[in-house]
Structures are given as structure tokens and as C-alpha cells.
């Protein structure tokens, strides 16, 4: 496997192959991110194929490569951002997340419903920090906010998260944070 850096030197360069290696290599994290974002699949592929996209035309202006997944996923919010804002104007009523075909995995779609009780700014920040493992600094600048405000946001969401597991026992509460 190519070292991360080179392949980030050579997709800088316009190489399609080292370019399509990073995206596969980001693609579980871009569909998690998406995911918490915009909820359906349909949404989801929008948004990593914009920011594929974009990515590739704007590569020439990351200035340096170990920030690359950062960038990446700034990208990403901006367009998944961007979709969700336009869906609201359209979508007024809440709806339950929508298990995969098949998908037997009953602690994922806890999770998932467990994240459907936090409004989008609360959701974003507990998926870059506790899934994707991205730092407060960090999950602050790719969302230009404090982070301060990231903390906050966490912390909201961990407890508003903690009411729903231990009172909600199994019922879905939709009262956004």
C-alpha cells in the first residue's frame, strides 16, 4: 500500500489512479460523515460524488498534505450543508433513519437512531470526534466555529443523548437539542 503523503504529492499532480486511492481510502469516512448529515443514501452519494469533484479540480490548492482528510472533509459538510438546506424546504416532517438492505447489525442501527434524536450541529460534531476521530481543533476549524463551541455542542449532545438511552427505553424521541 502507497504511502498517504505520495499519494497526495501525485493526485496534487493530477494522477486519476492516486487520486480514486484516496477516495476509496476516505470513502467509509465521507459516508459516515454524510450520513449524520443528510440521512439518505441518495443524498449521501450527491454529496461524495460533489465533493470528489471538487476535490479533483481543487487539489492544486492544498498547501499541505497531512491535512488532507481535514480538507477533504470540510468539503464534504459543505456540500452535504448545502443539500440538507435545500431539502428543508421541501421536507418538513421527521422520519425514521432507514436500515440498510440485509443489515443484521442491531448496535449500528441503534447508533444511528441514537444520533437521529440530535439536531444536524450536535450530530456533525460527535461523528468527526467519537467516529471519525478527528481532534476538537480540528472538528472547530473544519467547522469554523470555536472550540469552545465545539465543546459545548459535545456536551449537549452527550447528555441529550444519555436522556434518550436511559429514559426513552427503546421509543424514538424527536425533540432536536
Known amino acids: 500500500m502507497e504511502d498517504e503523503q505520495a499519494l497526495i504529492q501525485r493526485a496534487k499532480e493530477h494522477d486519476s489512479e492516486a487520486f480514486a486511492c484516496l477516495m476509496q481510502r476516505y470513502g467509509k469516512s465521507m459516508y459516515k460523515v454524510a450520513k449524520a448529515i443528510v440521512k439518505t443514501d441518495e443524498d449521501v452519494a450527491d454529496a461524495m460524488q460533489e465533493t470528489a469533484l471538487s476535490c479533483w479540480e481543487k487539489i492544486g490548492t492544498l498547501k499541505q498534505g497531512q491535512y488532507f482528510k481535514t480538507w ?14 435545500k431539502n428543508s424546504r421541501y421536507v418538513l416532517d421527521n422520519f425514521l433513519p432507514e436500515a440498510a438492505a440485509g ?3 442491531y448496535a449500528n442501527v441503534e447508533w444511528m437512531e441514537l444520533l437521529q434524536c440530535l439536531g444536524e450541529k450536535y450530530r456533525i460534531v460527535i461523528v468527526l470526534y ?8 480540528d472538528i472547530a476549524a473544519m467547522l469554523k466555529i470555536s472550540e469552545s463551541a465545539v465543546k459545548e455542542r459535545m456536551s449537549a449532545a452527550r447528555k441529550k443523548m444519555e436522556r434518550y438511552y436511559t429514559k426513552g427505553k427503546g421509543a424514538i424521541i424527536y425533540e432536536k437539542v
Open 72 to 85: 477533504l472533509m470540510r468539503i464534504l459538510i459543505n456540500h452535504c450543508n448545502a443539500i440538507y438546506r
Open 130 to 137: 467519537y467516529v471519525e476521530g478527528f481532534k476538537v481543533k
Open 103 to 105: 443489515e443484521d447489525d
